[in-house]
C-alpha cells in the first residue's frame, strides 16, 4: 500500500523524540486524517463497478493483481467498499478465523453445536401463494396460524431452523466475501482525486503537500 500514501500530505508536527535539540524542531509525518474518497457521481453509480468474490484466503492486494494487475492499487479495493478495519471487515484467513472463533465459544461444542437462533422456514398456501416468508428470525416457540379455504381448515405452521453459532458466524464472514472494484477504465480519475493537497491561504501552509501544526501542549 506503498503509493497510498504519497497521496497524503504531510504535516509538520513538533518532534518530541529524544533526539530533539529545541522546541522548535519538527518532524514531518503523513496527515493520517485526510482520506481520499470516491466523487459521488462514481459512488453512486453501479455501472462504474464490477462486482467481484473474494476467494479462499485471498487479500487485497492479490484482488487489485487480479483485476488491475498491481497489488499496489489494494488501497482502491478497501475504498471503494468503505473498509478502514482490514481485521474486522475483510474474510480472515481459514486458519485465523477458526482460531478466532474458538477463542470466542471457548469449546467445539459450544461453536458446532450451541443454537445461536432459529429461522423461519418458508411457508406457502395450496395456491403457491407465500403466506410466512422464509429466513426470520423467530424465538424457539414460534408459531404461525392461517386459514387455508382450499384446505377449510386452520394451519399451524412451527417449522424453523435451528442455526448453530458455526453457521451464524460463517454466514457473516461467507457476506464479506461479495466487494465492488472500480471498473479499470475509471482508475484514473480515482487516483487523480485521490492526490491530497493543501490549498494556499491558512497561516499553517507551507506548500501544498506540506502545513505546520502547533500544539503548545508539547511545549509544557
Not at 533526539?19 to 459512488?43: A, C, E, G, W
Not at 416468508?133 to 381448515?153: A, C, K, L
Not at 405452521?157 to 466487494?179: C, D, F, P, S
Request: include cysteine; aromatic fraction near 14%.
Amino acid at each position: 500500500m506503498r503509493p497510498y500514501f504519497k497521496n497524503i500530505p504531510n504535516l509538520e508536527y513538533i518532534n518530541t523524540t529524544p533526539d530533539q535539540h529545541t522546541l522548535t524542531d519538527y518532524i514531518t509525518v503523513k496527515n493520517l486524517f485526510r482520506r481520499p474518497i470516491i466523487r459521488s457521481d462514481i459512488m453512486e453509480n453501479l455501472s462504474y463497478f464490477t462486482r467481484y468474490t473474494i476467494v479462499g484466503d485471498e487479500r487485497p492486494d492479490n484482488v487489485a493483481y487480479k483485476l488491475y494487475n498491481d497489488e499496489t492499487l489494494d488501497w482502491v479495493i478497501l475504498l471503494c467498499n468503505n473498509i478502514l478495519n482490514i481485521q474486522t471487515e475483510w474474510p480472515l484467513p481459514q486458519s485465523a478465523f477458526q482460531e478466532y472463533l474458538l477463542i470466542k465459544y471457548q469449546t467445539e461444542s459450544n461453536l458446532y453445536n450451541g443454537i445461536h437462533h432459529y429461522e423461519s422456514v418458508e411457508l406457502k398456501d395450496s395456491s403457491g401463494r407465500i403466506v410466512f416468508p422464509g429466513g426470520i428470525t423467530v424465538d424457539q416457540n414460534f408459531s404461525f396460524q392461517y386459514y387455508d379455504y382450499r384446505r377449510t381448515s386452520e394451519i399451524v405452521h412451527t417449522e424453523k431452523l435451528a442455526i448453530t453459532n458455526y453457521e451464524y458466524e460463517l454466514q457473516i464472514e461467507e457476506n464479506k466475501r461479495t466487494v465492488f472494484a472500480l471498473r479499470p477504465e475509471f482508475l484514473g480519475i480515482l487516483i487523480e482525486d485521490a492526490k491530497l493537497r493543501y490549498l494556499e491561504g491558512s497561516s499553517q501552509f507551507i506548500d501544498t503537500e506540506t502545513k505546520r501544526v502547533e500544539n503548545i501542549r508539547l511545549h509544557m
